[in-house]
């Protein structure tokens, strides 16, 4: 069902592509959910979710109901599936709790099969890199960097590793004579910056190898990138979360150094010598 709707999103009505967002963005609720709270949630009327229903093929919203209730099920086959985080107060949680508990479901959930596949699938690609390019603004900026800060410890043998964009990064000429070869990781969240998006675009048409660290299997840099994560940065605070990203920088270098022809471990020892010879790194007085 959800490749389904991928394929046909783009040829949906605005109102169909809030609801079939929402679907996809969140799977457990549609099993879990009335119709109408997931409608209430999605911010459509509770007839665009039966439209949507009917637009795929199925009687009734129902039958989209019991598709993923099934599915759920069957993932939860090896033991009880996790309903979700409570509500402070319902047994005492702190706030710090609830939001604390809520990221570290959704930094675990990039360990499961389907993620799992998105992060070797993306580090083969980051492995055989030339050049690598790190692209991120706003929010997402401080993502792009890390992943620039943790790969620049591999970089060797003439491979460049750039920050693209503002905010102590090159500008976005950088990527000028970037191309074959190259790959560029470019990080974006809804609402999607739109020089982010461009930027990857044309990146790709001068056939630099993207990456998209994302939150939706319809996010726009999705069907730019050559390879796509797919993390959340949905909240239970009143902010979104970049955590899952982070994370996902961090599993993505960890696979990429494991696929490194040279000796990572080693790479990384004689960079923090480096460092600490240039005298980055504090000591204290003796």
Known sequence: MAELL????EN???QLRVAARFVLDHPK???LMSMREQA???????ST?????RWLGLDGY???RSLYARALRETAAGGPARQGVEKEGASGFSTAGVVADSIAAQISSLGEYGSAMQFVAAADLVARSSNLFGLGLRSACPVASHFVQVMSFLAGNGRKVTLVGDMAGQGLD????????????????APYDRTTIEVARQAARQRVGVVAITDSSVSPLTRIAQETIIVTSSSQ????????????????????ATRSEANAAERVRQSEEQLAAFGIYWKPPR
């Open 12 to 14: 949906m009505p605005p």
């Open 6 to 9: 991928v394929e046909r999103f």
């Open 62 to 64: 129902e039958d989209m």
């Open 174 to 189: 950088a990527l000028r004579l970037a191309g074959d070869g190259d790959v560029l990781l470019a990080v974006g969240m």
């Open 237 to 256: 605070s009143f902010f979104r979360s970049m955590a899952p990203a982070f994370a996902a920088v961090e599993i993505l270098a960890a696979l990429t």
């Open 40 to 46: 209430h949630q999605a911010g459509v009327s509770h």
């Open 49 to 53: 979710m039966m439209r949507l229903a």
């Open 29 to 31: 609720d549609v099993a």
